[in-house]
Nanobody, 120 residues
């Protein structure tokens, strides 16, 4: 199984980006999908998650109201990021798993990461 992120890049403060994650190699229909990020010198942190039915979403307080997670089928999901701030700069990872969705230990499959840089 493989997860591949895309859509990262450089954006100005207040700008928007849309990250995508494409899964292959197995069916992920019963997995929840999540996004995590890791800034230089910091631990990986939870950003957002969506359950396997797609009916429930969860967000870190730091991104609530600015980021939106969605999925359009079992193997593709997105993170729409609006009103970006310099503190959002990090490598963003998509992941698939189940359990406590805000905990990285709940995820069995991870992408390689995509860099998001927000300039001030």
């Amino acid at each position: 199984a493989q997860l591949v992120e895309s859509g990262g890049g450089l954006v100005q403060d207040g700008g928007s980006l849309r990250l995508s994650c494409a899964a292959s190699g197995r069916a992920f229909s019963v997995y929840a999908m999540g996004w995590f990020r890791q800034a230089p010198g910091k631990e990986r942190e939870f950003v957002a998650a969506i359950n396997w039915r797609g009916g429930s979403t969860y967000y870190a307080d730091s991104v609530k109201g600015r980021f939106t997670i969605s999925r359009d089928n079992a193997n593709t999901w997105y993170l729409q990021m609006n009103s970006l701030k310099p503190e959002d700069t990090a490598v963003y990872y998509c992941a698939a798993g189940n359990g406590v969705l805000s905990a990285s230990r709940s995820y069995n499959y991870w992408g390689q990461g995509t860099q998001v840089t927000v300039s001030s």
